[in-house]
């Protein structure tokens, strides 16, 4: 099963709003529904995001203009986890779930977007769609 600790870190853990703990609570059940159904351990790469820690993934990518840095993720709400998935087994299993992915309530970045990880959130995008363009 997943745990908490691999969203968030207890430190970061101890000084976030109510809301966003009860995100996470969110995500974390709905996490391991998820890893339940799909029999296989996982490697969470990314849960909650801290804006200093999201800012500086972006600056170690060399992106730091805050127009180019997805600054509504709902990694900074404790809505979103990514997943490592290297040889896209994770992928291809998702495609074949699909009814059940959207019975526990994720959506996804394109899989186009996101080469080696899945990102998951618990929340639509604005457009509504299960696949988005980040």
Do not use: C
């Amino acid at each position: 099963m997943i745990s908490r600790k691999e969203l968030i870190s207890d430190s970061d853990y101890e000084i976030i709003g109510q809301d966003v703990k009860d995100n996470i609570e969110e995500l974390l059940l709905r996490l391991n529904k998820f890893r339940a159904a799909y029999g296989k351990p996982v490697t969470i790469t990314s849960g909650f995001r801290s804006m200093e820690k999201h800012l500086a993934i972006y600056a170690q990518k060399g992106i730091t203009d805050k127009a180019k840095i997805p600054m509504k993720s709902k990694h900074l709400t404790g809505q979103a986890a990514d997943i490592a998935d290297a040889d896209e087994a994770l992928k291809l299993w998702i495609m074949h779930n699909l009814d059940f992915m959207q019975s526990i309530g994720f959506w996804f970045e394109d899989f186009q977007s996101t080469k080696g990880w899945v990102h998951m959130q618990i929340i639509p995008p604005k457009s509504g769609k299960l696949f988005f363009i980040p």
